[in-house]
């Protein structure tokens, strides 16, 4: 059985980068990589049911070794990494017995991953930890999430002592740029309910997400001369910067915290012609979330009286918050909990401040709860996953599996 660490380590140096701009599913021909061979290795284990579609969405089936029917229940991770950062020539490395002083992953070009800034590694003092060499990622978001699947399915498949009922696993692209489940088929998934295995340090389970929206602002101006400009030109860089300023300013992603919703502006881009800028609206509560879109429409208006009709706006709907789905059917969140509990490790359970596979999985008929999957400093070159953490992960799915087949419901 091949080692966790070497598993993560084989996926992790996998360039699987996500593109927000290509139309096609996946996103980027590099992603097919992994996902081949996701399909292969899940064949070679002897599971059934093995395949991969046209959009490389990956699934398999651990069977039922019960003689009475129980719930199927699935695992599901996205082997795409984020755009934000560059995942080509991932080189990770470990570090045994984590001593908990400043790590020197790049000394050449002077990068450190100091535990004075981030505190959380002191949580893993005596651990093994795998980490990048400053120039990439990791991609333990969610390679991480990919390593404790297969880890745990073997582990099963080596224990039928283990009494379980069907188990459904599937791996997925384009998650990072919103697209993780467009075209994940649910139907042929043809599970009671799931989880994703997306999530950071141990012991967090969550069931909240972020309602997610996207808006678009474009302002059209008049360029005229500046010397003769009076009562002519129209500066589209100034509405738009006038549009920015109206926006509370508290109301960001570095001053919230919790269930505190915000507006975040991520592009601007102009001339004087026509200047645009892109925002995300989040919140996860679903009346503030309305009036958080309905307010930037009032702006616009405010601002088109002002001025006269220079600006327009466009509002779409990207995810919303799965608890609405996930607590009708509460019970496979207090399983995991329990699971949780039975293994020492204390859960989290708190708000996810983003969203997941599992929240558009969710309003696809498919009740689907998010798990750590134990890496820190997702989506940067500080990424960092501890080993420990990966092994409790793997655990924690396979005493899920032990737990339904025992509860039979």
Request: net charge negative; hydrophobic share 35%; charged share 25%.
């Amino acid at each position: 059985m091949e080692s966790q660490i070497d598993r993560f380590i084989r996926y992790a140096s996998i360039d699987t980068q996500s593109d927000p701009n290509s139309d096609t599913t996946p996103s980027t021909e590099k992603q097919w990589v992994l996902a081949r061979m996701l399909f292969e290795e899940l064949s070679a284990m002897g599971l059934e049911e093995v395949s991969i579609d046209d959009h490389g969405y990956v699934m398999a089936t651990l069977p039922s070794n019960l003689a009475i029917k129980v719930p199927t229940i699935g695992f599901i991770s996205h082997y795409d990494t984020t755009p934000d950062f560059s995942g080509t020539n991932v080189k990770p490395r470990l570090i045994k017995n984590y001593d908990g002083k400043d790590i020197v992953l790049n000394k050449a070009k002077d990068i450190i991953l100091s535990s004075a800034y981030f505190e959380d590694l002191l949580h893993y003092q005596g651990q093994d930890i795998i980490v990048t060499d400053g120039t990439t990622l990791l991609g333990a978001d969610d390679k991480a999430g990919i390593t404790e699947i297969m880890s745990a399915l073997e582990y099963l498949l080596e224990h039928p002592e283990i009494k379980h009922g069907t188990i459904r696993v599937g791996f997925t692209p384009d998650e990072e740029i919103g697209r993780g489940a467009h075209k994940f088929d649910v139907e042929k998934f043809n599970c009671d309910w799931a989880y994703t295995m997306d999530g950071s340090q141990v012991g967090e389970l969550e069931y909240e997400n972020f309602n997610a929206a996207g808006a678009k602002i474009t302002a059209v101006g008049k360029s005229v001369h500046p010397g003769y400009a009076k009562g002519k030109m129209v500066n589209a860089i100034l509405l738009v910067s006038e549009f920015m300023n109206l926006l509370p300013t508290e109301e960001v992603p570095q001053n919230t915290e919790e269930r505190e919703g915000f507006y975040h502006i991520h592009h601007i881009k102009g001339e004087i012609e026509k200047a645009e800028l892109e925002l995300i609206i989040r919140d996860h509560d679903k009346n503030l979330f309305e009036k958080r879109k309905a307010f930037l429409g009032e702006l616009i208006e405010k601002l088109n009286t002002k001025h006269g009709d220079y600006l327009s706006i466009e509002i779409k709907d990207q995810y919303f918050n799965m608890s609405e789905m996930v607590k009708p059917v509460f019970h496979i969140v207090e399983i995991a909990k329990e699971a949780m509990e039975s293994l020492g490790i204390s859960p989290i359970i708190k708000p996810i401040r983003g969203g997941t596979d599992g929240s558009q999985l969710s309003f696809m008929d498919l009740p689907c709860p998010n798990i750590f999957a134990g890496g820190h400093n997702f989506h940067g070159k500080y990424e960092y996953l501890p080993v420990q953490s990966m092994e409790k992960a793997t655990q924690v799915i396979v005493k899920i599996c032990e737990l339904v087949g025992a509860k039979g419901a």
